[in-house]
């Protein structure tokens, strides 16, 4: 079964379009592209987090949005500390985890269904050019949902490593990782023929 992240509600957040959502989304991902100075990425993360408190999203479904990326941090916090001042690093970390938390944050008070149709009508001009807006539009659905979901398996993983003492061996993380994640896709993949879309 194809399934998503979305929270019933009837919250504003809940209650806009999708397109509009979309939109919003990319012009708030540039915003924090831009967003340099260490007050600007607070005032960020205070929007990002009245946004979170305005669409009534329970906190442990705004920390499971971010929870995944707990292990992949560090890693890049340490590797732009080895290339760039503490503050930048620092800044360039918090803003990614905000990018990732709003794109959450869509898909928490958006359907599937809505995502897609959102993404076809944006795309509709395409046709004049032979492509095909709704397998476009299923496509960037099913990766923007793929993200948290691989990002899920990650953390099991991980987690699993590190109650055998196996915390330092690739190895160990990389294979269960692989496995999880074609099990994944083979189940996607019986899912879309299902539907008649795997051509």
């Known amino acids: 079964m194809i399934t998503g992240a979305y929270v019933a509600g ?26 340099r100075e260490p007050w600007s ?14 669409a009534r999203v329970r906190p442990a479904a705004a920390w499971a949005q971010v929870r995944p990326l707990r292990w992949f941090v560090p890693v890049l916090l340490v590797v732009q500390l080895l290339i760039t001042d503490a503050g930048s690093a620092v800044s360039l970390t918090a803003r990614i985890v905000l990018a990732v938390a709003l794109a959450g944050l869509v898909t928490l008070t958006t359907r599937m269904s809505e995502l897609m149709g959102a993404l076809e009508r944006g795309m509709s001009p395409l046709r004049r050019v032979g492509v095909d807006p709704r397998r476009v539009s299923l496509l960037l659905s099913l990766a923007i949902r793929s993200v948290p979901v ?3 398996i990650a953390g099991r ?43």
């Open 10 to 35: 009837t919250s504003p957040l809940h209650r806009a379009p999708a397109g509009g959502k979309l939109a919003g989304l990319a012009l708030a991902c540039t915003a924090l592209l831009l967003a």
């Open 157 to 199: 993983v991980r987690d699993a490593q590190r109650a055998r003492g196996r915390e330092r061996s690739i190895r160990a993380f990389a294979v269960p990782l692989v496995v999880g994640v074609l099990r994944q896709a083979d189940a996607l993949g019986e899912a879309l023929q299902a539907r008649g879309l795997d051509d």
């Open 41 to 54: 990425v607070g005032v960020a993360a205070a929007g990002v987090a009245a946004m979170y408190a305005l």
């Open 150 to 152: 691989v990002a899920g």
